[in-house]
């Protein structure tokens, strides 16, 4: 590379690319306006499939091991996103852009013509742009051996392992559900500031109130988004907050908002079913944290963080 | 690469690699249960292989309000991981090593100077007990992986070996929008459907150029992906999207299902 490089036209190498980029570019928003994987996706989750191309997977080797062994083959990492402005209600938002991922995410396995999307990551990219966010999952797209590609694959926010032992107890992990709700709470006049400004031992009742039924609504919705999904959720994580604000009416008044999104990954479990699981009780003499516990969290979308609007 | 290797260093390598006489000594940064696996599996530890490269990232800006890759940082970040990575292999060339397990491959930024990154691959080299030649990669150096004893042990067990490191870059510029808030009154939210696009394009770009090279190595497949984003002082529309994994291959015939042992359930009873 030169010093004045810059001052060059683009050689015909760069303006092939740059051409290349255009269309790909095009592809992607065209897909996206569509509802339908972009064609440079689906290039390639078919090339994995039918082995032109190497597969992927996020599977680590003890993973890929014990998929192997219950005729698991991976087909390729899959990734869908979802880039939400906020404005209107970031509570809500949270179950629009995961639900809006989810949805391109199991076109994708279609596309790769999997059985099944394993080990799904929720994530977010680290980029802060207004009141904005991004909804992101990441997984591997799998295929059982000597099973006909599926019209709806079923799409676990669990890792490989975890999916093979709920599986050999029956359980299929099926998708994500999200509830997600928020409420303001305006006090009346006098008399009524939910903060205490009595010396002794007593409840708030409104704050309390408050959070009550924003939970309740929020975990009523995870409910009925789950039931669309399968018979059961196990719980995957809470998150919650709380701020004071100055009610833009009249700036006396304080007001309080309480919001809270509960995400899960969905099941479909015999109920009432003993259990017949061969499992061997051990002593782990490891120094430390023991490796049989699975360290690193699923997910890091949510902190204790505050941000944006509602 | 290997003639680079300065004479004082090469004698260090000489009397890593005769670890099998009384005189020599194995250098690893293993754990315990990793040191054993790897042996489990039929390897030996010989030395600790080491590439650093500090490379001055040129200077990019995407145009203001237009999604595109900054091809210059991406080529930066290919290129200088590429060296720390040669660097490291050519010393496990050096030292007769099969393979390399457990690289480690990280940025640090140099506090002074906001363009210099400091690119330093590490990893154990290990050679076969039996002299079994089988498992270097296809130019016939050593493979290189980033699994762990472990995670080497398990891979071999579900009938593959490890061949090559491979990765993929694509720095990108997020395109900045004015009147973000004026969304905020149309009574629903919006998806920005043109930074959704950056993330795929950027996303895309960097699973196909790792799994180019799974391809030119003559892989079967790329086992342990890991797709994260990173920024390395950069501006603030501008991201790393990297795709890494290890590159495998069939152990000499695939292990049908039925053959591969099943893996014993545990309950760890530990608090």
Same mark, same amino acid.
Not at chain 1, 109 to 123: E, Q, S, T, W
Not at chain 1, 254 to 266: D, E, G, M, Q, S
């Given at each position: 590379?030169?010093?004045?490089?810059?001052?060059?036209?683009?050689?015909?190498?760069?303006?092939?690319?740059?051409?290349?980029?255009?269309?790909?570019?095009?592809?992607?928003?065209?897909?996206?306006?569509?509802?339908?994987?972009?064609? +440079?996706?689906?290039?390639?989750?078919? +090339?994995?499939?039918?082995?032109?191309?190497?597969?992927?997977?996020?599977?680590t080797p003890?993973?890929?091991?014990?998929?192997?062994?219950?005729?698991?083959?991976?087909?390729?990492?899959?990734?869908?996103?979802?880039?939400?402005?906020?404005?209107?209600?970031?509570?809500?938002?949270?179950?629009?852009?995961?639900?809006?991922?989810?949805?391109?995410?199991?076109? @994708?396995?279609?596309?790769?013509?999997?059985?099944?999307?394993?080990?799904?990551?929720?994530?977010?990219?680290?980029?802060?742009?207004?009141?904005?966010?991004?909804?992101?999952?990441?997984?591997?797209?799998?295929?059982?051996?000597?099973?006909?590609?599926?019209?709806?694959?079923?799409?676990?926010?669990?890792?490989?392992? @975890?999916?093979?032992?709920?599986?050999?107890?029956?359980?299929?992990?099926?998708?994500?559900?999200?509830?997600?709700?928020?409420?303001?709470?305006?006090?009346?006049?006098?008399?009524?500031?939910?903060?205490?400004?009595?010396?002794?031992?007593? @409840?708030?009742?409104?704050?309390?109130?408050?959070?009550?039924?924003?939970?309740?609504?929020?975990?009523?919705?995870?409910?009925?988004?789950?039931?669309?999904?399968?018979?059961?959720?196990?719980?995957?994580?809470?998150?919650?907050?709380?701020?004071?604000?100055?009610?833009?009416?009249?700036?006396?008044?304080?007001?309080?908002?309480?919001?809270?999104?509960?995400?899960?990954?969905?099941?479909?479990?015999?109920?009432?079913?003993?259990?017949?699981?061969?499992?061997?009780?051990?002593?782990?003499?490891?120094?430390?944290?023991?490796?049989?516990?699975?360290?690193?969290?699923?997910?890091?979308?949510?902190?204790?963080?505050?941000? +944006?609007?509602? | 690469?290997?003639?680079?290797?300065?004479?004082?260093?090469?004698?260090?390598?000489?009397?890593?690699?005769?670890?099998?006489?009384?005189?020599?000594?194995f250098t690893s940064d293993f754990s315990v249960n990793e040191f054993?696996l790897v042996?489990?599996a039929?390897f030996?530890p010989i030395g600790l292989c080491v590439g650093?490269?500090?490379?001055?990232?040129?200077?990019?800006?995407?145009?203001?309000?237009?999604?595109?890759?900054?091809?210059?940082?991406?080529?930066?970040?290919?290129?200088?991981?590429?060296?720390?990575m040669?660097?490291m292999?050519?010393?496990a060339?050096?030292?007769?090593a099969?393979g390399i397990v457990g690289v480690k491959l990280t940025?640090?930024?140099?506090?002074?100077?906001?363009?210099?990154?400091?690119?330093i691959a590490i990893g154990t080299g290990v050679?076969?007990?039996?002299?079994?030649?089988?498992?270097?990669?296809?130019?016939?150096?050593p493979f290189t992986s980033d699994l762990s004893g472990q995670d080497f042990w398990s891979l071999?067990?579900?009938?593959?070996?490890p061949?090559?490191m491979?990765?993929?870059?694509?720095?990108?510029?997020?395109?900045?929008?004015?009147?973000?808030?004026?969304?905020?009154?149309?009574?629903?939210?919006?998806?920005?459907?043109?930074?959704?696009?950056?993330?795929?394009?950027?996303?895309?770009?960097?699973?196909?150029?790792?799994?180019?090279?799974?391809?030119?190595?003559?892989?079967?497949?790329?086992?342990g992906?890991?797709?994260?984003?990173?920024?390395?002082?950069?501006?603030?529309?501008?991201?790393?999207?990297?795709?890494i994994?290890t590159?495998?291959?069939?152990?000499?015939?695939?292990?049908?299902?039925?053959?591969?042992?099943?893996?014993?359930?545990?309950?760890?009873?530990?608090?």
């Amino acid at each position: 590379m030169g010093l004045f490089d810059f001052l060059k036209g683009p050689s015909p190498e760069q303006l092939a690319r740059r051409a290349e980029a255009e269309r790909r570019r095009a592809d992607i928003l065209n897909a996206l306006a569509q509802g339908v994987v972009p064609n +440079g996706v689906r290039t390639r989750l078919e +090339g994995a499939r039918n082995r032109t191309l190497p597969w992927t997977a996020t599977l680590t080797p003890a993973e890929l091991l014990i998929a192997r062994s219950h005729g698991l083959k991976p087909i390729a990492a899959v990734a869908a996103s979802c880039w939400l402005h906020y404005g209107w209600s970031w509570t809500e938002g949270h179950a629009e852009g995961w639900g809006m991922a989810l949805r391109r995410l199991r076109d @994708e396995a279609i596309a790769a013509g999997a059985n099944a999307v394993l080990d799904v990551k929720m994530r977010t990219i680290p980029l802060r742009i207004d009141t904005s966010m991004d909804y992101t999952l990441i997984g591997t797209a799998v295929y059982v051996e000597g099973l006909p590609p599926s019209k709806e694959p079923i799409v676990a926010t669990v890792p490989a392992l @975890e999916f093979v032992r709920l599986l050999e107890a029956d359980v299929v992990p099926t998708g994500i559900a999200i509830g997600a709700h928020y409420e303001w709470l305006m006090p009346g006049t006098w008399g009524s500031d939910p903060n205490m400004r009595w010396m002794g031992n007593i @409840e708030s009742r409104q704050f309390s109130d408050l959070w009550n039924t924003v939970r309740d609504r929020a975990h009523q919705q995870l409910r009925v988004h789950a039931r669309s999904q399968g018979n059961g959720v196990l719980a995957h994580l809470n998150f919650s907050q709380m701020f004071e604000d100055e009610d833009p009416n009249n700036r006396e008044r304080k007001r309080y908002l309480a919001r809270h999104i509960v995400v899960a990954t969905t099941v479909d479990a015999k109920r009432g079913v003993p259990l017949s699981h061969g499992i061997t009780p051990v002593v782990d003499i490891h120094a430390g944290a023991t490796p049989l516990k699975p360290a690193g969290r699923h997910h890091e979308s949510y902190s204790n963080e505050s941000e +944006g609007a509602i | 690469m290997a003639s680079d290797i300065p004479v004082h260093a090469k004698e260090r390598l000489k009397g890593l690699r005769s670890s099998a006489h009384s005189t020599g000594v194995f250098t690893s940064d293993f754990s315990v249960n990793e040191f054993l696996l790897v042996r489990k599996a039929g390897f030996e530890p010989i030395g600790l292989c080491v590439g650093t490269c500090v490379y001055h990232v040129g200077i990019q800006y995407g145009a203001w309000s237009k999604n595109q890759e900054l091809d210059v940082l991406s080529k930066a970040m290919y290129h200088a991981r590429e060296l720390a990575m040669s660097r490291m292999r050519a010393e496990a060339t050096a030292m007769g090593a099969d393979g390399i397990v457990g690289v480690k491959l990280t940025i640090k930024r140099l506090e002074w100077d906001e363009h210099l990154l400091e690119f330093i691959a590490i990893g154990t080299g290990v050679v076969h007990g039996d002299g079994q030649k089988g498992f270097r990669a296809h130019d016939g150096g050593p493979f290189t992986s980033d699994l762990s004893g472990q995670d080497f042990w398990s891979l071999l067990h579900s009938g593959y070996r490890p061949v090559e490191m491979v990765m993929g870059s694509c720095v990108y510029h997020v395109a900045h929008r004015g009147m973000l808030s004026g969304f905020s009154n149309i009574g629903r939210n919006v998806e920005l459907e043109n930074f959704t696009s950056a993330m795929y394009e950027a996303r895309e770009v960097a699973i196909e150029r790792m799994q180019f090279e799974a391809a030119a190595a003559k892989a079967e497949g790329v086992v342990g992906v890991d797709i994260h984003e990173g920024s390395y002082g950069w501006h603030t529309h501008v991201i790393e999207f990297f795709a890494i994994g290890t590159a495998v291959l069939p152990l000499g015939e695939e292990i049908a299902p039925d053959k591969i042992a099943d893996p014993i359930m545990v309950l760890s009873v530990n608090d």
